[in-house]
């Protein structure tokens, strides 16, 4: 088990998930960093929206899977590698007006389509 998937686990645990969550959130790190052949920690907002587009364009997944794709990699980078809110906010994992567009497909909010 490597440290990284040590750390969320302490975390999830730490803020009570279920077992379900963690497992889900432990497999949607998993397969993002399959994804780009590399730790989550060497990524950023840029691969995080092209795993997004990815996710939505070319598995069809529908908008609430990838919901919780998203939400286990904002977890991921907010709360076990503490990365700011503003560094994430040009995926679409920060919290605020982009945030809320999410789940619709691509990022519809004018104030997110600037920092993009």
Known sequence: MTQLRKRMLKNSNVR?????????????VKQFAEYFGQSPEKLGAKEIRRYQLYLLNEKKLTPGTVGIRMSALRFLYQKTLKRPRSRLRRSGLGIGPCFRHWKFGLVRNVSCERTA
């Open 16 to 28: 009570n998930y279920s077992q379900a969550t963690t497992r889900s959130y432990i497999l949607a």
